[in-house]
C-alpha cells in the first residue's frame, strides 16, 4: 500500500466513444486489487452527453427526494454509501473527495481536457490524432500495432505489462 507518497495517484483513460475505457478500467481494478488487496480504488466518470445522470431509481426514496428539490441526497447502509449532489462537481474537487476517503488511485474516465496524467485508447490508427490534442500523456492503448515517440504503447489486451505501468507509476 502507499505509504511514502501522496495519495491518490490519478490516472486518466481517454479515447473516442467505443474505444475500451469503461471496460478497460474495470480490469484494472481488479488487477490491481489482486497484486494488492489493500488498494483502494477510485473512479470518477464523465458523462460528456449533456443529457443528466441517474443513479437511484425512481420511486425509491432517494430519487424522490431530488425530485422535490433537494440539494443533496445520501443513502447508507451496512455495506455502502452513496451521495447525490444535484449540480456538477469539478474533477479536482472529487479526486480530493476520494483522496479524503483514502485512494490509493484515482481512475478518470474521460475530461479529456483536464491535466492529470493521461492513458489514451485508439480503437483506429486514425484515432492517432486525438494524442495531438490532449497533455500530459503518458501512454498509449491501441486495438492495432502502433508506435508513438516518446510514449509506451500497450496492446489492448495486454494487461499484465499496463497492470506492471501503473504500479510502477506509483514510486
Known sequence: MLTSRKRPMVMQFVGYANSGKTTLIGE??????????????????????????AIDQPDKDT?????????????????????????????????????????????????????????????DPRDRELIGQLSNVRAIVSWTPISVDGLPVFAIDDLDRLTAFLLDSQS
Do not use: C
Open 63 to 123: 430519487w424522490k427526494y431530488r425530485e422535490k428539490g433537494a440539494d443533496f441526497v445520501a443513502i447508507t447502509s451496512f455495506s455502502q454509501t452513496a451521495f447525490i449532489e444535484q449540480r456538477p462537481v469539478s474533477l479536482g474537487a472529487l479526486v480530493e473527495r476520494m483522496r479524503e476517503s483514502g485512494a490509493d488511485y484515482v481512475f478518470v474516465e474521460g475530461f479529456k481536457q483536464e491535466s492529470y496524467p493521461k492513458i489514451v485508447l485508439l480503437r
Open 28 to 53: 484494472l481494478i481488479s488487477r490491481l486489487q489482486h497484486a494488492d488487496p489493500k488498494l483502494r480504488i477510485g473512479v470518477i466518470k464523465h458523462e460528456g452527453g449533456g443529457h443528466g445522470i
